[in-house]
């Protein structure tokens, strides 16, 4: 009777330690594929600014955000108000500010949501062009934005609105895609 106890003792101590084992073992596998599919920053900044160069040496956009954080699981970038200056050739630079962003892995794309404005002044700092969208999308080489969303472009004496907008930056040249309607304010006449 007295080793049957023990048997009984050693088999239930042999549960025990094999289930703590396995328990473990579950547990950090989880925790692994957790940590894997986990969207959580390694870093982050606030108040930066980031200036990208040519290959010339010239200035190609600078980046200027209240928070940027980074996320190691994909490479991307979010963004907290950023300001994005997109500098061009001969001509003045374009600067683009939104609520919200998020940068590719690769920093090529820029994804701008909520009150995305893009203004661009004259050569005498006065402003010339206005655009103003709920979101867009920007390719910072090829000085490239889009929206598929509701648009409206200001100029002195012009307003478009229209659903859809590709705007080629360094051309100076949009496409208004659906929906387009534009009200041109007619000169003053010469007294």
């Known amino acids: 009777m007295f080793s049957d106890r023990w048997k009984?003792?050693?088999?239930?101590?042999?549960?025990?330690?094999?289930?703590?084992?396995?328990?473990?073992?579950?547990?950090?596998?989880?925790?692994?594929?957790?940590?894997?599919?986990?969207?959580y920053?390694?870093?982050?900044?606030?108040?930066?600014?980031?200036?990208?160069?040519?290959?010339?040496?010239?200035?190609k956009n600078r980046l200027n955000a209240v928070y940027m954080a980074h996320y190691p699981d994909d490479n991307t970038s979010e963004l907290h108000k950023p300001e994005l200056e997109i500098f061009r050739i001969d001509r003045p630079p374009i600067m683009v500010t939104a609520d919200n962003g998020w940068v590719t892995s690769n920093n090529d794309v820029i994804l701008l949501s909520g009150n995305v404005y893009l203004h661009q002044n004259d050569e005498f700092g006065n402003l010339k062009v206005e655009l103003i969208a709920e979101d867009a999308r920007v390719l910072v080489d090829?000085?490239?934005?889009?929206t598929d969303?509701?648009?409206?472009?200001?100029?002195?004496?012009?307003?478009?609105?229209?659903?859809?907008m590709r705007a080629y930056l360094q051309?100076?040249?949009?496409?208004?895609?659906?929906?387009?309607?534009?009200?041109i304010e007619p000169r003053q006449a010469v007294q």
């Open 8 to 39: 009984l003792i050693s088999v239930l101590i042999l549960v025990a330690a094999f289930s703590y084992w396995a328990l473990e073992k579950l547990t950090e596998d989880s925790a692994a594929k957790l940590n894997k599919l986990a969207h």
């Open 41 to 59: 920053p390694d870093y982050y900044m606030e108040n930066f600014t980031t200036l990208t160069m040519n290959q010339d040496g010239t200035p």
């Open 142 to 146: 090829q000085k490239y934005a889009e």
């Open 149 to 164: 969303k509701a648009a409206t472009l200001i100029t002195k004496r012009s307003i478009t609105n229209s659903i859809g």
């Open 171 to 183: 051309e100076q040249r949009m496409e208004f895609l659906s929906n387009v309607q534009t009200t």
